[in-house]
């Protein structure tokens, strides 16, 4: 895409901190980094988000998010770490390319993601799970 800054990024019109790149992704530090080593890790196809990614490309981008990590543990000793992959406006998605984020979790890094403390009633989990057909 002509105006996308990740495609930029992979053509590097704009610099980068690479960190791993092969044939199908390119991964680089986030320069707005929620905590030290948080990483970027897209895939080279343009697409707008998971939904819009071919099969391919989010398996390429899955592996690398998994070398990524296995290689962060053994050189950086970073044993915590969340994956955030946002699609769409409403889930805060910023840039449209799809882009998973590798953030390397800290002790009191003060990054808590808030979470629905109170348990679902069994109710509204059995409705849910009744609009879903099996997935196959």
């Not at 092969?22 to 320069?31: E, M, P, R, S, T």
């Amino acid at each position: 895409m002509e105006n996308c800054l990740f495609c930029k990024i992979i053509k590097q019109e704009i610099p980068s901190f690479k960190v791993y790149e092969n044939k199908h992704v390119y991964a680089f530090l986030d320069i707005n980094a929620a905590t030290k080593y948080h990483t970027l890790v897209i895939p080279k196809n343009h697409s707008e988000n998971s939904f819009d990614a071919n099969e391919n490309d989010l398996s390429e981008v899955i592996k690398a998010v998994s070398k990524i990590m296995d290689h962060y543990k053994k050189n950086l000793g970073i044993h915590d770490i969340q994956i955030i992959n946002s699609n769409g406006e409403i889930a805060q998605q910023d840039i449209f390319h799809t882009h998973y984020h590798i953030v390397p979790r800290y002790a009191a890094d003060g990054k808590n993601i808030e979470r629905n403390q109170a348990r679902v009633p069994d109710e509204e989990l059995e409705q849910c799970r009744s609009n879903i057909w099996t997935i196959e």
